[in-house]
Each structure stands twice: as structure tokens, then as C-alpha cells.
């Protein structure tokens, strides 16, 4: 067992899942029936929680949960979250007003499904846990991410939600959900309901042509970045326009280009609950957190490693092309502020695209270091993925392990920014070896 690996917590709740959630494969096709029987089952808890604020897309999806929950909490107001997928414990999916699901809460709310008989898959249960534990505690917000694409997730088992936000759609999980972004916008859309506004992200012509059909179909009020809406930086300060509302912000809490967008979607959808102030709501969006996400790692022998070198560390989870440019966008902005040689750290799954990934980073990155993800058996090999690097005029080397890859960016430049990317399984690992605990 590699080091990453045993970093990693074989925990309670975890073994319960696997007890009764079932892996994903050609048997479990992607529907509702599973989850609307498991629900009906447990007294239909989704009928009995706070206004829910559904969120689907491709990208920045958790960031706008951690955005809307931080403006939430900021005003004095309870939120219940759940998002996925989970970095180094279950137990981060699902956040019961304010604090993370203990281990009793959790295996309790299993217990529960699996008396059932339910058969479910492994989402499936982590989703109907969650929805089962929020209906037992007030809220003022219930926020919710879906897993995978949203027509047919399993969080998509509400007639109307307070608002559906679709963050920016692009390609990823094509043999999922389609190998067009017009396939892929249709599945994104299918959170939109009858009366609930759709807050929409700003977006490729071709997945917007989707989003609004679909909303004009079926009555959702469309409030889309840039048309009903937008946002924008000025002064170094964040401005969220509405028709009737301007708001002067501090910036975002988390760093990047993009995470303006992230933060504005969040800020108009909380301007839905009621008697919002613009000191309430700047407060959220300034003390955000959302881990993985262009993280400064500070402690553990990793960034200890870098800082002996003089350079630095970072960890970012994304994992194809639109977060390759989002990232790209972001390493741009730190290099115009504090130059250095910068090297990609980087493992990914055989599903996602590789080479495209690299092509999108490759203006940024002096080198690369291809490692092994210990925690998924999805996880390309290194020699393979350093190769397809190589290809895209990168210049690549693998590592056996993460600790092993950090030594080798070390050698690649002097005093780099080292950037841990390419697979939330392997940003996991890396703060699980840091000794950062999510809470």
C-alpha cells in the first residue's frame, strides 16, 4: 500500500456504505425510481424540508454551494448542504446546519434505509441519508448539489425547489451524459421546475440554446448572468447588478477569475430569501471556503517539502478542459503577481480528457510530474499520462507516489509553485497527507 493510501481513513461510515450502497455499473442505469422508492420507503423527507436551492453544471458547482452557505450563515441563518464527492471522508457530503454529519448521525440514517430493503447504489444512499437527516432538524436553506448530471440524479426529486442554478456546462462524463454539450446542457436543464427561477451561469451558445427551451417549456422564470443579471469586478471590488438591486462587494474569498461568476450566481440566488443585506451578504462571499480549490497548503510534509525549497504549494481538484482553463486563468494571476517557475503535479482518471486538460494548462506550466491516485482504480498510470503530457510539449516525468512526485517537481525548477491538479481523488490524498482535516 502506497503511503497516499494509507493516508486515507478506512472509517465507519464508509464501511456501512459499502454494506448497502451498491457500485455503479451496467445494472444501475442512471434513473429516479431507485431513489423515489427508497425515499417513499422512509415517510418522503424531502417534503419536509426548508426552501431548497438546487444546484447543477459542470464546473463550480461546489463553489457555489460553499458561496451560498457562507452568505447564508453570514446573515445569522441555518443552512443544511450536500455536495459531493467527498475528499478524504463520506462525512463531508452532507453538513447538518453548519457542522459536518458525525459518524452516529450518519450510520443511524443508513441504518434506516437499509431496513428498507431499498436497493440503492452508493449515491443513492449517501443521498436519501442526507435528506432523511435534514428533515429532522429546521433550516432556513437546504442546498444541494447534484452528483451527476441532474435530469436523472438522484437529487432531482423535487416538484419545485426555491431556485435550480446551473453553474458553466462543458464536456465531462460524455459516455454518462452525451457526447455533445447540447446532450449534456439537456441533462444539466433537467433540475429546472415550473415556477422556480433558474439562475443561470454564463454559457456556451450551444448549452444556452438548450436552457432556455427547456425553461421556456415548462415555465421556469430564466435569470441568466449577463442578460436578467451580472457581475463583474471594479476597483477591486465585486459588483452583483439585478434589475432592481446593485450591490458594491468585497471580492471573493476564493481565488481565480472564475470564482467571480461562482460568487455571483451564489448572490443572486440568495437575494431570494428575504431581508438579505449587502453587508450580510459581502460578509459570506469574503469567508468562504471550499477546499481543493486553488488551496494554499501550508502545513504537512508535502508543503514543508516545497517551502524548505523556497517555492510554494497548492492543490486544486479540477479535472478537465473548462477547469484546465479556469486554472490556467488563476496560475496567470498569480504569476503576474509573484513570478516563479510553476509545475503541475498531476494525476487523472482514463475517462477524463487528458490531453485536453494538459492543452489548457500548458501557456502556465514550466514541467510536469505525473503521479498515481492510490485511492481510485479508475486512476491512469503515470508513464502513461506523463506520456500524453509529453505530447501536448509538455515536459513530463512520472513519480511511484505523491511524495515522490513533489521531490521530482523540486528537481524540475528552482523555487517552483508546485500545483497538486488533474483528480479530486489525488487532492484528497494530498491533504490527507498534509494532516488537514475537513470540518
Known amino acids: 500500500m502506497s503511503p497516499a493510501a494509507s493516508a486515507l481513513p478506512h472509517d465507519p461510515v464508509s464501511a456501512r456504505l459499502a454494506?448497502?450502497?451498491?457500485?455503479?455499473?451496467?445494472?444501475?442505469?442512471?434513473?429516479?425510481?431507485?431513489?423515489?422508492?427508497?425515499?417513499e420507503a422512509l415517510g418522503r423527507p424531502q417534503d419536509r424540508l426548508a426552501p431548497v436551492f438546487h444546484v447543477a453544471g459542470t464546473n463550480g458547482k461546489g463553489s457555489v454551494c460553499a458561496f451560498l452557505r457562507a452568505i447564508t450563515e453570514g446573515a445569522g441563518r441555518r443552512a443544511h448542504v450536500f455536495t459531493s464527492p467527498h475528499l478524504i471522508r463520506p462525512n463531508e457530503r452532507i453538513r447538518i446546519a453548519g457542522k459536518l454529519v458525525s459518524d452516529a448521525q450518519f450510520i443511524a440514517a443508513l441504518d434506516k434505509l437499509a431496513a428498507?430493503?431499498?436497493?440503492?447504489?452508493?449515491?443513492?444512499?449517501?443521498?436519501?441519508?442526507?435528506?432523511?437527516?435534514f428533515a429532522e432538524m429546521p433550516a432556513d436553506a437546504v442546498i444541494l448539489e447534484t452528483g451527476l448530471g441532474g435530469r436523472v440524479d438522484a437529487t432531482n426529486i423535487f416538484p419545485k425547489p426555491a431556485a435550480a442554478i446551473i453553474t458553466p456546462i462543458d464536456m465531462d462524463h460524455a459516455h454518462l451524459l452525451g457526447d455533445t454539450l447540447a446532450k449534456i446542457a439537456a441533462e444539466k436543464a433537467g433540475i429546472l421546475k415550473s415556477g422556480a427561477p433558474a439562475i443561470i451561469a454564463r454559457q456556451k451558445p450551444e448549452a444556452m440554446e438548450v436552457i432556455e427551451a427547456r425553461a421556456g417549456a415548462i415555465g421556469a422564470p430564466l435569470e441568466r448572468c449577463g442578460v436578467e443579471w451580472d457581475c463583474w469586478v471594479k476597483d477591486g471590488r465585486m459588483l452583483v447588478q439585478t434589475e432592481d438591486r446593485l450591490l458594491d462587494l468585497p471580492l471573493p474569498s476564493l481565488i481565480g477569475p472564475h470564482q467571480i461568476d461562482n460568487a455571483g450566481l451564489a448572490v443572486r440566488a440568495a437575494l431570494l430569501m428575504d431581508s438579505l443585506t449587502d453587508d450580510q451578504i459581502g460578509k459570506g462571499i469574503a469567508s468562504a471556503q471550499w477546499p481543493a480549490r486553488m488551496q494554499l497548503v501550508t502545513q504537512g510534509p508535502l508543503a514543508a517539502q516545497v517551502r524548505a525549497a523556497g517555492g510554494d504549494l497548492w492543490i486544486d481538484g479540477g479535472h478537465n478542459v473548462h477547469a484546465g482553463l479556469a486554472l490556467a486563468a488563476t496560475l496567470a494571476q498569480l504569476r503576474a503577481r509573484a513570478p516563479r517557475p510553476m509545475i503541475a503535479i498531476c494525476g487523472m482518471l482514463g475517462t477524463k480528457d487528458c490531453a485536453g486538460f494538459f492543452g489548457a494548462i500548458a501557456d502556465q506550466i514550466d514541467g510536469v510530474v505525473t503521479a498515481p491516485i492510490a485511492s481510485s482504480r479508475a486512476?491512469?498510470?503515470?508513464?502513461d499520462l506523463a506520456a500524453i503530457a509529453n505530447a501536448q510539449g509538455l515536459r513530463a516525468v512520472a513519480a511511484h507516489s505523491l511524495p515522490e512526485a513533489v521531490a521530482l517537481a523540486l528537481k524540475q525548477a528552482e523555487a517552483p509553485r508546485a500545483v497538486i491538479c488533474g483528480s479530486l481523488y489525488l487532492a484528497g490524498e494530498a491533504l490527507a497527507l498534509s494532516g488537514i482535516e475537513l470540518s
Not at 379 to 383: K, V
Open 116 to 133: 428498507t430493503g431499498a436497493l440503492v447504489t452508493y449515491f443513492e444512499a449517501i443521498t436519501a441519508a442526507a435528506l432523511l437527516l
Open 19 to 39: 454494506e448497502i450502497g451498491h457500485e455503479f455499473d451496467h445494472t444501475f442505469s442512471l434513473e429516479l425510481s431507485r431513489i423515489e422508492a427508497a425515499l
Open 379 to 383: 486512476a491512469l498510470d503515470p508513464r
